[in-house]
């Protein structure tokens, strides 16, 4: 059964340090989003992509955020410069098209942020 | 702004019998889905279960099944003959489903299901 991966499964860096969180959507899928989980807290939305573009952002996707798909395949959510609050689950997410009910999540990445 | 609330944070069965999570949500559209994600230690987000709002008919999948009432804004879970396997945090979520419409999930606080054998 096809499945949304994402990589690392944990990633540490210092304060201020850029990172990198891949995901690989569904292959046939077309709409793509990023949510993040603060241990212990709900799981909040972040962003979503179709098209080549943001079609939407929470109040939480600032400008340190960016998000990119730079292939036919892959799906990266960029923080330029990290902050100990950023420190979360990063789940990446797709769908099959927009208005189509269920998103399929990956298995997360743990960012931890020193 | 849309709003999920579940509002029990721990739940426990014992193994074999029958639960129910709550869960209420607040919106003003009339046309929207509602979901239970369950969350094992792992961590992974597995979709439990999905209701289309336009449906009377309560969603099944199996031993899950939905009460969905929707002039009370209510999406409750319940899970019958519990196995060990359901132990997991379960999200209950929502999204926008009209033309144009958002199409993010907003999720509740989740409640952490405890099954006892």
Known sequence: ?114 | AQTVTQSQPEMSVQEAETVTLSCTYDTSESDYYLFWYKQPPSRQMILVIRQEAYKQQNATENRFSVNFQKAAKSFSLKISDSQLGDAAMYFCAYRSAGQGGSEKLVFGKGTKLTVNP
């Open chain 1, 1 to 114: 059964e096809p499945e949304v991966t994402q990589t690392p499964s944990h990633q540490v860096t210092q304060m201020g340090q850029e990172v990198i969180l891949r995901c690989v959507p569904i292959s046939n899928h077309l709409y793509f989003y990023w949510y993040r989980q603060i241990l212990g807290q709900k799981v909040e939305f972040l962003v979503s992509f179709y098209n080549n573009e943001i079609s939407e952002k929470s109040e939480i996707f600032d400008d340190q955020f960016s998000v990119e798909r730079p292939d036919g395949s892959n799906f990266t959510l960029k923080i330029r410069s990290t902050k100990l609050e950023d420190s979360a689950m990063y789940f990446c997410a797709s769908s099959r098209a927009p208005g189509v009910g269920e998103q399929f999540f990956g298995p997360g990445t743990r960012l931890t942020v020193l």
